[in-house]
């Protein structure tokens, strides 16, 4: 059939009705189903295909196709037109794809070019709906989550809108790295059905994060944004507040504050463990169940810190909650404990043997070794009283007020036997220290029934220490002979007048003996006279006489300026053991005048000693004699004496003292009770005009200073000088204190404007440590080593008064004592000794210092803030003496181009000062060093050594004895 002749049988068929004949007739027979084709709801956008089945139930081929006229932009009909033989069939697809909202319908007319056939109607039907697709939300919040873990949340995607499929689309996050969507592009999803989108979040470092994802939610959607936020955190546990400070606590007391544990993440997190480290004071505890304890998400749980104050000083510690994921929750605690605390030493009192109807008595010095920066609680005595006393012990008891750290009393404890042998008591001292409020000090005495004591004293009193050169000290003495046909108790000796021309040798007082018929003690006084006068003085000490019970020596000696002198000063034979050869010493008198003068006798005083020389004897100018001295003691025993050289020059001789000290061969123990630290402090600041952000940083830092030294609860003597040594005044500035710059060794302030040598009793010491650092900036020539030694040597370390200056009390007297630490800190900007041409080597400096120290090294600590790298123009090069002289002492230094750390590095520099004695003298040589038992306590101790050279017995400083050990030394005594 031509296109023409179909095109009217289409025509035709269309005026038909869509009913289908059951008579076959010749010709193709058309079939369709369904009649009805009804694609329901359909999303905008999207499009769905159904079938449709044309079958030819003829016995003749047929064409088949749909009118021209059907052209609509919803339904799209494809596979017609098609001939199909007799019983064939074909599926004819219909695309509805809706334009707009709505129901939508149209009829589908078919047509066929059999006349056997009126062809067929589909009535097709379809709703358009806009297939949006609901979100679960337009932001994801992670939350904190640990770096490198990964956080996951579901968006979930919701076709409800209608009943048909649609289609949505995922773009990536902009920052895919941390945070991930998976699926992604264009996704289906059937009608009422639903999807999960998996947002996964996984920070690579500690910061806040924040992204974007487009979600397309319908074919014909705008995108919307999807907001995601996360943090990268290192824990998700989080402590408020992170620090507690409770302040300043008395001793025993008690104070609690209140913390919170949250839990800051969006999933559950286990508290496992609730450690504490630090100082035990502090403790931490969480309300409730203790850990492990889980908290939701966002959970938070309370807890209670605690300080219970039972130490000194700064307290600190650390609560850690351990977490199941992340790091731990951190809470830091910090807390001062402070009150009076009351030391008593000795711990316990042996006043020692007391002969009958006599009264002896001993110290029993109370010190508040506290912490109290504001001064608000000072140790009070409430009550001092003898118990288990027989009737032989008194004391001033009652209340009593010692005063602020620092402060001491004396409690002079009396014992008066009445009948002979062994009395104990006990010493009871009540107060407001908080954590010792009672503290007993046994007292234990020896009545004892003797004929009174006779005392011989040679050389006879008063005791004459000649005429000597001005600061320049002198040890001589006296020796006390037993006349009695009894034992002869001797107390311990007093400078009772005197002081400071007469004092203790190396500032230790020498203790009482009981001497037997005929037996001897020798006391060494040391003697410096500080300008040329004559000084008098006495010491007084108990003796078994009833009717004489204490014995006063007179002192008396002058000062003098001469060019004729003997040195040095004290000759010294040290210790020495009976039957054993000993050397002879050597005095010289020495003529520095510009005329001969003759020697025309030599003799000593103490009968040990004798002097030797060719006499008489011109001695020219410039010249010396030397005298040799010799000592042969009879028995043990201290001794003292001088040798004397008279000349033709005046009646009186010229003078120098002897000591020396014999034992027996027999086993020898030493004893020493280790103090709390005793240290002598000298600190030496930069006073160059460069120093003025060094010495600012200083001063900012001066508490941490202050609060190192007085958690160490020592008996320092602290001391301040500069590295002038000469006086500045041609600059802009001009320094305070004097000196003008030129301390040379002198404590700052040499015009003593307040206090120079500062010790725990000097009032409002912490204020006036401050003030002394402020040495001012003037100078130029900046030393550390020079002014140490001036400091530390004769004559200003022997003298109140430095010889040739305008001020009356500039000298060092009483600075250093033989049984402290010396401890050296240096503050400077450049190296020592930085405009000295090839200045002395360090070595050199440091014998020195042993020298001052008598040989023990052990004893002299040192730090440094001083430069150490490169940091011009705020220092000058590096200090390589000072780098030197720390490697001679052991000694620990700081950049001083690290002024941010200042406090810190004070601090830290303060450690190896303030330690306790490390040492201790041996009283006689020993003759297998190997074989030296020493105990601590009482347990035997390995971890020493011996230095021969100081002839100490030397701890290193992981093993020094703390303090109030007793420790002992046992050795057998060799020839030297």
């Known amino acids: 059939m031509g296109r023409r002749a179909l095109a009217g049988v289409l025509v035709a068929a269309a005026c038909g009705g869509a009913s289908q004949s059951n008579v076959r007739a010749l010709g193709g027979m058309l079939s369709v189903a369904p009649a009805t084709l009804d694609f329901g709801d359909v999303a905008l956008g999207r499009e769905q295909t159904r079938r449709i089945t044309v079958r030819n139930t003829g016995l003749v081929s047929m064409t088949v196709a749909h009118l021209d006229q059907f052209q609509d932009p919803a339904f ?42 009126n062809g067929a109607d589909v009535d097709l039907r379809g709703n358009a709906v806009r297939g949006l697709a609901t979100l679960s939300g337009d932001s ?122 949250t839990n800051i993440s969006k999933a559950p997190v286990s508290i496992d463990a609730l450690t504490l480290t630090g100082s035990s004071n502090l403790t931490a505890t969480l309300g409730g169940a203790t850990p ?25 510690a650390q609560a850690s909650f351990q977490a199941s994921d992340g790091g731990p929750g951190i809470l830091a605690m910090t807390g001062t404990g402070i009150g009076a605390v009351l030391q008593a030493r000795p711990k316990s ?79 009871v001292i009540e107060s407001n220290d908080g954590m010792h409020p009672h503290v007993e000090v046994p007292l234990s005495a020896i009545g004892r029934d003797l004929l009174p004591c006779s ?94 019970p204490s014995m006063t020596v007179d002192l008396v000696g002058s000062g003098g300026v001469s060019c004729f002198f003997v040195t040095p000063p004290t000759v010294d034979f040290g210790p020495t053991i009976l039957g054993c050869g000993i050397p002879d010493q050597y005095a010289y008198a020495v003529n520095q005048c510009s005329f001969p003068v003759t020697v025309t006798r030599v003799d000593t005083t103490g009968a040990p000693f004798s002097a030797s020389a060719s006499l008489p004897v011109r001695i020219q100018p410039n010249t010396n004699l030397p005298i040799a001295i010799s000592y042969r003691p009879p028995a043990t025993g201290d001794d003292v004496g001088a040798v004397q050289a008279w000349t033709d020059m005046r009646a009186e001789p010229f003078q120098s003292g002897i000591t020396g000290g014999a034992q027996t061969a027999a086993t020898i123990v030493d004893q020493w009770d280790q103090s709390t630290p005793k240290v002598d402090m000298l600190i030496v600041i930069d006073n160059s005009g460069s120093m003025k952000e060094e010495q600012q940083a200083l001063a900012q830092s001066l508490d941490r200073l202050w609060n190192r030294i007085e958690r160490a609860n020592a008996d320092y003597h602290i001391a301040v000088t500069t590295t002038g040594m000469h006086p500045f005044t041609s600059g802009l500035n001009h320094c305070p204190g004097g000196a003008e710059g030129g301390e040379a060794g002198r404590f700052f302030p040499v015009n003593n404007e307040r206090p120079r040598l500062l010790t725990p009793q000097t009032p ?62 240096a503050v400077s900007d450049a190296d020592d000794a930085n405009d000295i041409i090839n200045p002395p080597p360090v070595s050199e400096y440091v014998r020195r210092l042993v020298q001052v120290k008598r040989g023990a090294l052990d004893l002299i600590s040192f730090a440094g803030i001083v430069p150490l790298t490169h940091c011009e123009p705020q220092a000058e090069g590096i200090g390589t003496r000072y780098i030197e002289l720390a490697k001679e ?24 000062l303030l330690m306790p004695l490390s040492s201790f003298p041996l009283s006689a040589r020993p003759r297998d060093p190997q074989a030296i038992a020493v105990t601590v306590d009482g347990a035997s101790v390995t971890n020493w050594t011996y230095d021969p050279a100081a002839n100490r017995i030397v701890f290193p400083a992981s093993a020094v004895p703390p303090p109030g050990s007793h420790i002992t030394a046992r050795y057998e005594p060799g020839c030297l």
């Open 76 to 117: 799209e009909v494809t596979g017609l037109p098609a001939t199909l033989g007799p019983g064939a069939f074909l599926d004819v697809s219909v695309r509805y794809r809706p334009p707009q909202l709505g129901a939508y319908e149209r009829m589908l007319r078919i047509a066929t070019d059999s006349p056997a056939s």
């Open 140 to 261: 994801f919040d992670f939350g904190p989550v640990v770096v490198n873990e990964t956080a996951t949340q579901d968006l979930l995607v919701t076709n409800n809108d209608g009943h048909a499929e649609t289609g949505i689309a995922i773009a990536p996050s902009q920052d895919p790295a941390v945070f991930s969507v998976a699926p992604g592009g264009e996704q289906a999803i059937p009608a009422d059905q639903s999807m999960i989108v998996r947002l996964q979040f996984r920070p690579d470092r500690l910061a806040s994060f924040s992204s974007t994802i487009s979600v397309t939610p319908c074919p014909t959607c705008s995108p919307r944004q999807i907001n995601l936020t996360g943090k990268g955190v290192d824990k998700l546990l989080v402590v408020q507040p992170e620090t507690l400070d409770f302040g300043e606590l008395k001793l025993a007391a008690e104070s609690t504050q209140s913390f919170t544990v």
């Open 292 to 316: 492990p304890r889980t908290l939701g998400p966002g959970e938070t749980v309370s807890g209670t810190a605690r300080f219970l104050a039972q130490q000194l000083g700064v307290q600190q």
């Open 349 to 427: 009192l042996f006043v020692g043997a007391t002969a009958i109807g006599t009264t002896r008595s001993g110290v029993v010095t109370v010190t508040n070794v506290g912490v109290d920066p504001r001064q608000v609680a000072p140790l009070a005595l409430t009550g001092v009283w003898i118990d288990r006393n027989d009737g032989t012990w008194s004391v001033q008891g009652g209340a009593m007020m010692v005063g602020e750290p620092g402060a001491k009393v004396d409690l002079p404890v009396s014992f008066t036997p009445r009948v002979p042998g062994m009395s104990q008591a006990t010493l």
């Open 455 to 548: 005392l011989q004293v040679s050389p006879g009193t008063p005791v004459d220490f000649g005429a000597q050169r001005p600061f320049v000290p002198i040890v001589e003495g006296f020796e006390l002979i037993n006349k009695t046909a009894d034992d002869c108790i001797v107390g311990d000796p007093a400078i009772v007048s005197g002081a400071p021309a007469f004092r203790w040798p190396g500032g230790v007082a020498p203790s009482g003996r009981t001497l037997p018929p005929g037996g001897r003690m020798s006391v060494r006084v040391e003697f410096m006279a500080e300008q040329a006068q004559t000084f008098s003085g006495a010491v007084r000490f108990y003796v078994s006489n009833r009717s004489a």
């Open 764 to 825: 409002n010491v912490r204020d006036v440590l401050f003030a002394n650092t402020n040495v001012g900036i003037c100078n130029y020539d900046e030393r550390f080593l020079d002014p140490v030694l001036a400091a530390l040597s004769d004559p200003l370390i022997s003298s109140t008064k430095a010889p040739g200056t305008p001020w009356p009390n500039d000298g060092n007297a009483g600075f250093l004592r033989d049984d402290a630490r010396l401890a050296l800190l």
């Open 889 to 912: 002492l052991n000694g620990h230094l700081e950049d001083i181009c690290d002024l941010r750390n200042f406090g810190a590095m004070l601090e830290s520099s303060l450690g190896g």
